[in-house]
């Protein structure tokens, strides 16, 4: 193999950096050339469609940054997404016999109420913020309605998932005082949920906290610390990731005005649609892992305990995979992509996500009349790994009812 460039060993720091947060996909395609490229930091950067997917789904591979050498870390407690077997398949089984298919069918009738109630609280005002006024509160509703959270204790926990968020990139450009602020955040989040999932305990519900805490024919019911941090991270996997979807689905949509007319007289092309928007414009751009072993792969051998970033992104546009893989093509069938990751780790949210995207695209495009940009690209949040518009902002002629 050869020496990589020195510009070749700095590309995914220049990732990282805030001003490739609009369009990092040309970066991507250069660091496909060399599908498994160590940087200069000393990360193993996996950019290939099927060095992505045997990794996802190699054994020798820990979602538990402990086993890095060199890891940058934050002191945030692990969840079952940084754990690995055993305690990884205990923990996802509890939420997988409560977080059934027939409780996310029971959402719907709410989620097609909240996008009414949110899309007639604009009134009569022609500039819309996709963001902070539709994308942002629908899934922190569901999430809250299907965990059993009040939501007028959303502003508390507002700017601690943001905070949390931005600490999955493992930046080791992070400054110091962003770290505290994300250990912070963390603390105060997991202080909140402590005294929530100890009241529940005291009087259960219907909902998902409730669940959990019962157990089920197959899962052990989760107490303390478990049922905390799995609380967590479905209330932040519950709307980090959905706000970015909803978000990106409608940027793409109102760049592809085409697209944006076909949906408008054929609403069933939004199942296929909405995992072209998953593949092209992915709400989890990477994630890392650590090696337990040496791991040969694409040409390369990573050696163990090194820090491995799976650019799910760039292999959802492989073109070893997918043919055109730039283009958004709405109805792509077959199009299987690392939008919800894979192997072992699977997003088990992807139910809900997809639910509540196939509602509200739709209806944004069914009443937004003559939707237009206002700033293309829009500002984006800080955060790579799960990057997404911190504003989208639409002028419209008016509401349609
Ligand atoms: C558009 C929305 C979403 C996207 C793009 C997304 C994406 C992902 C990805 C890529 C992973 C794999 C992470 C890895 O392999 O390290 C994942 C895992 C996970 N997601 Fe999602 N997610 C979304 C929505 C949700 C929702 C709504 C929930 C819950 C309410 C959720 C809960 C989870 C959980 C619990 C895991 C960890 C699974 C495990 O470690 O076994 N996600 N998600």
């Known amino acids: 193999m050869s020496a990589p460039t020195t510009a070749r060993t700095e590309l995914f ?13 040309p970066l991507y395609a250069e660091l496909r050339a060399q599908p ?3 940087q200069a930091d000393g990360t193993w950067v996996v950019s290939g469609f099927d060095e992505i997917s045997a990794l996802l789904h190699d054994p020798r591979i820990s979602s538990d940054m402990d086993n890095a050498d060199h890891a940058t870390r934050t002191d945030v407690p692990k969840s079952l997404l940084t754990q690995d077997p055993p305690s990884h398949d205990r ?3 509890a939420v997988m016999t409560t977080f059934t298919p027939a409780v996310v069918e029971s959402l719907r009738a709410d989620v097609r109420r909240m996008t009414d109630r949110l899309l007639a609280a604009v009134g009569s005002r022609t500039r819309v913020d996709v963001v902070d006024e539709i994308a942002y509160p629908l899934p922190v509703a569901v999430i809250c309605a299907l965990l059993g959270i009040p939501e007028r204790d959303e502003a508390r926990f507002h700017g601690w998932a943001d905070t949390i968020a931005r600490g999955l990139d493992l930046d080791p450009t992070m400054s110091q005082s962003e770290r505290d602020a994300i250990t912070h955040a963390s603390t105060e989040l997991s202080a909140y949920l402590a005294e929530l999932t100890t009241q529940r305990a005291r009087r259960p519900g219907s909902d998902l906290i409730s669940g959990l805490i019962s157990g089920g024919a197959r899962s052990e ?16 996997a519950g709307h ?14 109102l760049r592809h005005p085409d697209v944006l007319a076909r949906l408008r007289n054929d609403p069933e092309l939004v199942v296929p649609m909405i995992e072209e928007i998953v593949r092209y414009e992915p709400s989890v751009q990477f994630r890392y892992r650590a090696t337990l072993a040496d791991i040969e792969i694409g040409g390369a051998t990573i050696p163990r305990g090194a820090t491995v970033v799976l650019l799910l992104a760039a292999g ?3 073109p070893r995979h997918f043919t055109d893989p730039d283009s958004f093509i709405p109805d792509r069938i077959p199009n299987e992509h690392f939008g919800f990751g894979g192997g072992i780790h699977y997003c088990i949210g992807a139910p809900l996500a997809r639910m509540e995207a196939q509602i509200v695209l739709p209806e944004l495009v069914r009443r937004l009349d003559n939707p237009r940009l206002v700033t293309d690209p829009p500002p984006y949040r800080p955060a ?6 911190r504003h989208l902002w639409v002028d419209v002629d008016r509401i349609l009812p």
């Open 13 to 25: 720091a220049r990732v990282l950096a805030p001003e490739s947060r609009a369009n990092p996909y």
């Open 221 to 236: 019911p989760l107490t303390g610390e478990d049922l905390v941090i799995t609380t967590r991270l479905l209330l932040i």
């Open 91 to 93: 923990l996802r089984r």
């Open 240 to 253: 980090e990731t959905t706000v970015n979807l909803l978000t990106n689905g409608m940027l793409t949509l």
């Open 384 to 389: 790579a790994t799960l990057r997404g518009p």
């Open 316 to 318: 959802n546009r492989d």
């Open 36 to 38: 498994v490229a160590q």
